[in-house]
Each structure stands twice: as C-alpha cells, then as structure tokens.
Nanobody, 122 residues
Framework: QVQLVESGGGLVQPGGSLRLSCVAS????????MGWYRQAPGKQRELVAV???????NYADSVKGRFTISRDNAKNTVYLQMNNLKPEDTAVYYC????????????????WGQGTQVTVSS
C-alpha cells in the first residue's frame, strides 16, 4: 500500500508563501498522477491541484494563479508551492496518488498520510 508523508506546513501571514512536500513510497511514483487536497475545520476535503504522470496540471479555481504543483520523480516527491496565501487557505493539506480518467477527473487511492497544517493569519 502506498505511503505518503506530507511536510512543509506552518503559520504564515496573509500574502506569504509556503512550499509543501509529499514523499511517496511503495509505488512506482512516476506512473501515478498526484493530487493535493485540503480540509478546513467543518468542511469537506477539497481537491486543489493535480499533476499527471506526464506533468500536465490542473487547479481548483480558488487557487489558480497562486498555487503551483510540481513533481520530482527521482525523489518520489510532489510539491505544492503556495503564494499570496489567504486566510481561507487555512486547512490541513494532504496528498494522494492515483490516476485521471478519460474526462480528466482525478481518482485517488485514498491512502492518506497525516497531512500538514497550514494556517494563514496575521
């Protein structure tokens, strides 16, 4: 079963930046699409960014233009660069490995790690 370890969260002021990392093991990382999700208190988990095995990316409208997902297959790692952070970005962030359907929908394996907390506050 895939193992995922997220890191890089913290407390940042509005307008600040953070870079999250997710290291995957027990999978052929390069063959998988990877997604970043977030879950704020009292809300459902939300998919915010996806990167396919070939490197193409998709973003939720709420983060488009501010967040960038990337991957380093040699390190089995997916990143989420978050710029111009807003208080509404406060959440626990999780990554997942999966695939994309013919319609472009990301289907994750649901092998959740512990997540990493991002808090945006002045």
């Amino acid at each position: 079963q895939v193992q995922l370890v997220e890191s890089g969260g913290g407390l940042v002021q509005p307008g600040g930046s953070l870079r999250l990392s997710c290291v995957a093991s027990r999978i052929t990382f390069s063959a998988y699409a990877m997604g970043w999700y977030r879950q704020a208190p009292g809300k459902q988990r939300e998919l915010v960014a996806v990167i396919k095995s070939g490197g193409s990316t998709n973003y939720a409208d709420s983060v488009k233009g501010r967040f960038t997902i990337s991957r380093d297959n040699a390190k089995n790692t997916v990143y989420l660069q978050m710029n111009n952070l807003k208080p509404e970005d406060t959440a626990v962030y999780y990554c997942d490995a999966g695939r994309t359907t013919s319609s472009g929908t990301f289907v994750g394996a649901g092998s959740w790690g512990q997540g990493t907390q991002v808090t945006v506050s002045s």
